[in-house]
Each structure stands twice: as C-alpha cells, then as structure tokens.
C-alpha cells in the first residue's frame, strides 16, 4: 500500500526522471531537432490551456498560455534568422506575431477559438518543419 508521502515522493522522482530525460534530448539534439521540440512544448502549452480554460481554472489557463506565448515569441520568433530566411523568415515572424496576438486574445477574453486558432496555426508550421527535416548525408564514396 502506498501512502500519500509516498506517492508524493514518487511523483517527484518521476517529475525528476522525465527532467533529466528532456535535458538529454535537448543537449543531444540538432538545432532542427531543437526547433521541433519548441513546437511540441507550444502544443502541449495550448492543449493545457484550453483544458484549464473549459474547467474555469484562470489562473492556471494564465500560466499555460504565458508558456506558449514565451516559446512562440523567445523560442520560435528568436530562431529565425532574418538576414539568410528572407521572405520566407519575415513571413514566419508575422506569422508568429499573429500568434501571439491569439494567445493573447485568448487569454484576456477566454476565448477558445482564438486559442485553436492558434493551435492549428503552429501545427500546421510544425508539419512543414518536419517535413524539410535534414537527411543524414551518405558519406564520401
């Protein structure tokens, strides 16, 4: 049987193993892969916010969608290399700005049309970045 300090303490040993499992893959990715892995955390941040959101929980919506709004605008926006992207990179940091502007719709006016709007809006980008995924080279020959 386990007690509630137990469990308490098994929560917080899980809590510390899947940390430690996130730092490994962030020191051990590429940069593409890097990037894939603020679109996944933007994702599961808006999906948190819509579930405190529908259950009234203000304050948590709050922290959920200040996370997505901290990975759309340091993360993905700061990636962006505007002297090489050109269009393509100023078109993605409007993009990004409108974003932005929905998670902050979102959250001023609980309102969880902009919050899937913003949703879709990254997954779709995050499905172009999977898809120009650099393929490993063959090697000389």
């Known amino acids: 049987m386990t007690t509630s300090r137990g469990a308490a303490a098994y929560g917080r040993g899980a809590g510390a193993y899947a940390r430690v499992g996130v730092e490994s893959g962030v020191l051990s990715a590429s940069p593409h892969q890097l990037i894939t892995l603020l679109f996944d955390g933007a994702a599961s941040a ?52 409108y974003i932005a ?11 969880q049309a902009s919050l899937d709007e913003a949703g879709r809006l990254l997954a779709d980008i995050a499905s172009a970045w999977r898809e120009i995924e650099p393929r490993p080279s063959l090697g000389a020959e």
């Open 46 to 97: 808006i999906r948190t916010a819509g579930m405190h959101l529908q259950a009234g929980r203000t304050a948590e919506k709050g922290q959920a969608i200040s996370k997505a709004l901290d990975i759309v605008n340091n993360g993905l926006l700061a990636a962006l290399d505007r002297d090489q992207g050109g269009e393509i990179a100023e078109r993605l940091a409007s993009l990004y700005d």
């Open 101 to 111: 502007r929905l998670l902050l719709q979102a959250n001023l006016r609980n309102d």
